[in-house]
């Protein structure tokens, strides 16, 4: 049981460049979702998926696309990379959402930096 | 939109000292988090607080939510080196958004032996 694998772990990217960032659970939970770390600010949900084909957008989703295809992968995109991209992105997944709240599960993190 | 602010940013304690940081939500909570990050690591979850006036302990960690749902607090009594780290608290809004956290800024919490 590996939880949530996020892949990679670190990554240096030029101005304009594109990538995607890998998220991977092996706990079927239905909720995942990427945030984004910097300091002093917390971490701030970028968007989220409460299941598959269904995903919207948190507090912070300019620049960035997801899709949720299958109930295990949810990958982020970052279609254009700027320097204001550079963080610790971290996903994570949970049973559900409800009102009693459920915990989040989170991976290791991908520490990205855009020159 | 949702804000929650969390207090102090940063502590610095001897070990054996006590230890609190304080989390207020803008709004009305349905239910809170607490997680735990170490230096270089990810978010991991302490507890999670439902109902008004909620009290829980795990061990020498007191985790409270207020009489409105719209704060709560994490106070460690007789800190200890392994306790070094960032402490978040999440807020979930509910309603439509369950599910939805907002985290706070987060407390950096050191322990000298």
């Known amino acids: 049981n590996a939880g949530v694998t996020q892949t990679p772990k670190f990554q240096v990217l030029k101005t304009g460049q594109s990538m995607t960032l890998q998220c991977a659970q092996d706990m079927n939970h239905e909720y995942m979702s990427w945030y984004r770390q910097d300091p002093g600010m917390g971490l701030r949900l970028i968007h989220y998926s409460v299941g598959a084909g269904i995903t919207d957008q948190g507090e912070v989703p300019n620049g960035y696309n997801v899709s949720r295809s299958t109930t295990e992968d949810f990958p982020l995109r970052l279609l254009s990379a700027a320097p204001s991209q550079t963080s610790v992105y971290f996903c994570?997944?949970?049973?559900?959402?409800?009102?009693?709240?459920?915990?989040?599960?989170f991976g290791d993190g991908t520490r990205l930096s855009i020159l | 939109g949702q804000q929650v602010m969390q207090i102090p940013q940063y502590q610095h304690v001897q070990e054996g000292e006590d230890f609190t940081t304080y989390c207020n939500s803008s709004?009305?909570?349905?239910?809170i988090q607490w997680y735990k990050q170490r230096p270089g690591g990810h978010p991991v979850f302490l507890i999670q607080?439902?109902?008004?006036?909620e009290v829980k302990k795990q061990k020498r960690l007191t985790f409270q939510f207020g009489e409105a749902k719209k704060n709560s607090s994490l106070h460690i009594t007789a800190t200890q080196t392994t306790d070094v780290g960032t402490y978040f608290c999440a807020g979930d809004a509910g309603g439509t958004s369950y599910g939805k956290l907002t985290f706070g800024q987060g407390t950096i919490l050191t322990v000298h032996p």
């Open positions: 994570a997944s949970s049973y559900s959402s409800s009102p009693d709240g459920q915990p989040q599960h």
């Open positions: 607080l439902v109902k008004s006036g």
């Open positions: 709004t009305t909570l349905s239910n």
